[in-house]
């Protein structure tokens, strides 16, 4: 039992170390947000669903950045520290986010323009390849024991109090400003709010504390070592991207596609699409804990099997039955649905993902299969999902698009059974000896 003074201690480091998780999450959510707008600004065309979608290409390019970030950063923090690390990636974010803000539209720089947010959004991408995963790791590694998926739980909540706090703004913007307003100026307020948050958190980051884990480690791996060992078990970090395609399919189309899917498709007005997506963070929010911990108790595996197979079975006629008669409600409803599904599967599948990883190259590995599954479905899931429905005229057609994550992910769960219990013997190995070479 903790003390109530380690208590207090766990509770703050929790805190210091989600906060730059809220950035990151917050940062990418205002560009899916308003989307529509910045592509008037930086890629004006005569075709609206052109310019639209070289802005939520480019919105999807930052992912592509993801996986270099991941081998590059994670090698970083896995040799360097916890804390050095994540101060790093703050620091990256913080340049992309100032550059998108403060950039001039296309009809003032012309092509520069589009090129200078391209690489805002690159810098955002390398940051965020080892973000999440760094934060994860940070937090498995300071969980109590029996409690580490509760514990993880907190990365991803981190990250829907950053979508509600950005659907908030988004509400008050759209219902104070007329749109030929927003197109101009309004879409920069969010992100020069994120500007402004920035010192604060880079406050919290500097004042977390090393994991004892880690302090007692006695080999760092180069960055040469990192490469071998993952490329050693590439068979495992190809599991652990099958298992993350589910929670980031999932979690992008309920959050950052949701503004412009209710627009574009459903013509249902701005606010209540933002209204839909304030509720669906805090829907989330209240998910991802009780998923962790539910985990803790029964078990991984179990909700990695059941919430694929759900979603399987019913997110296409859930999405058909939505677009037959669009409203409000019945937008609630489903992505309602779908936020149950990402809460109880991100819950167990974060600290599973932690768990099967090799002890030395935890970051790097983690961070490599999660941001490869955000790259190649997360990220482009609003740009994917738009292009179906455009080309095939079908609006539920992103229902087909969840449904194809959700089989990809119930294939990992039924393979990562003996390879993840081979791995976590082996990392409680390790660990136990190098907490034993530490004392």
């Not at 739980?153 to 400003?177: D, Y």
């Not at 209240?286 to 990695?304: E, H, K, T």
């Not at 194809?404 to 294939?411: E, F, H, K, Y």
């Amino acid at each position: 039992m903790l003390t109530p003074a380690e208590r207090r201690a766990k509770i703050g480091a929790v805190l210091r170390v989600s906060s730059g998780n809220f950035l990151e999450m917050y940062d990418f959510m205002v560009y899916g947000y308003y989307a529509n707008y910045i592509a008037k600004t930086f890629f004006p065309s005569d075709s609206e669903f052109a310019s639209l979608m070289l802005s939520l290409a480019t919105f999807g390019a930052g992912y592509l950045m993801r996986p270099l970030g991941a081998i590059l950063l994670g090698s970083y923090i896995d040799r360097k520290g916890r804390r050095t690390g994540l101060i790093l990636t703050l620091g990256l974010m913080a340049i992309g986010t100032v550059t998108i803000a403060v950039t001039p539209g296309y009809d003032v720089l012309g092509p520069a323009a589009p090129l200078l947010v391209v690489i805002g959004r690159l810098l955002q991408g390398l940051s965020a390849g080892v973000e999440l995963g760094g934060v994860s790791i940070y937090l498995s590694e300071i969980a109590t024991p029996g409690n580490r998926g509760f514990y993880c739980s907190w990365q991803s909540a981190s990250q829907q109090v950053a979508v509600m706090f950005a659907a908030l703004i988004g509400v008050a913007l759209t219902t104070i400003l007329p749109p030929e307003e927003m197109v101009l100026w309004g879409w920069r307020v969010p992100l020069l709010i994120g500007c402004m948050i920035i010192p604060l958190i880079l406050f919290l980051r500097r004042s977390l504390q090393e994991t004892e884990e880690f302090q007692h480690r006695k080999h760092r791996p180069s960055a040469g070592e990192v490469l071998r060992v993952i490329a050693a078990n590439w068979r495992l970090v190809g599991i652990g991207m099958m298992l993350s395609v589910m929670t980031t399919t999932t979690f992008y189309l309920i959050t950052a596609y949701t503004p412009t899917f209710g627009r574009q498709a459903l013509h249902l007005a701005v606010q209540d699409n933002l209204l839909v997506t304030l509720c669906v963070g805090l829907s989330n929010f209240l998910w991802l804990p009780i998923g962790g911990a539910l985990s803790d108790r029964i078990g991984r595996r179990p909700l990695l099997l059941l919430i694929p197979a759900l979603a399987l079975v019913t997110a296409y006629p859930a999405m058909s039955w939505l677009v037959a008669d669009p409203s409000f409600g019945k937008l609630l409803l489903v992505e309602l649905w779908f936020s149950f599904f990402f809460g109880i599967y991100n819950g167990a599948m974060i600290p599973l993902l932690a768990e099967i990883m090799p002890v030395e190259v935890r970051t790097a590995g983690f961070s490599l299969a999660f941001s490869l599954a955000t790259a190649v479905f997360g990220g482009f899931t609003p740009a994917v999902c738009t292009y179906l429905i455009e080309t095939t005229g079908n609006r539920a057609s992103p229902g087909l698009w969840l449904s194809l994550a959700a089989g990809i992910s119930l294939i990992a769960a039924f393979a990562v059974r003996s390879r993840a219990r081979a791995a976590q013997d082996a990392n409680r190995l390790a660990a136990a000896a190098a907490m034993a070479g530490g004392d």
